[in-house]
Nanobody, 121 residues
Framework: QVQLVESGGGLVQAGGSLRLSCSATRRISSFDVMGWYRQTPGKQRELIATITSAGSTNYADSVNGRTTISRDNAKNTMYLQMNSLKPEDTAVYYC???????????????WGQGTLVTIST
């Protein structure tokens, strides 16, 4: 079964750092856009960052400047490095893979189960 598995979540003190990993069971390719999302109960899922196969990145304003998304295609793995963590960063973080499957832009998506990040004060 094709799936994504997140790891690296846990309890981190405010002001600290963490690195999340997302491992895919299939090769990630040049057709894939990888991304990180997060969600708090009662709130919609929020896009944090995306990265293309060429390394082009985009970040949400809430994390821009203290977050780095990266990918290692050879290892089928994506990472999220977050620094200067704040209590409001507490959420379940999800890995996403979006693969374009035809020339008109149709895509398939995979989601991980999520990893909980808790920032203590």
């Amino acid at each position: 079964q094709v799936q994504l598995v997140e790891s690296g979540g846990g309890l981190v003190q405010a002001g600290g750092s963490l690195r999340l990993s997302c491992s895919a069971t299939r090769r990630i390719s040049s057709f894939d856009v990888m991304g990180w999302y997060r969600q708090t109960p009662g709130k919609q899922r929020e896009l944090i960052a995306t990265i293309t196969s060429a390394g082009s990145t985009n970040y949400a304003d809430s994390v821009n400047g203290r977050t780095t998304i990266s990918r290692d295609n050879a290892k089928n793995t994506m990472y999220l490095q977050m620094n200067s963590l704040k209590p409001e960063d507490t959420a379940v973080y999800y890995c996403n893979e979006r693969r374009v499957v035809n020339v008109e832009g149709a895509a398939e998506e995979l989601w991980g189960q999520g990893t909980l990040v808790t920032i203590s004060t």
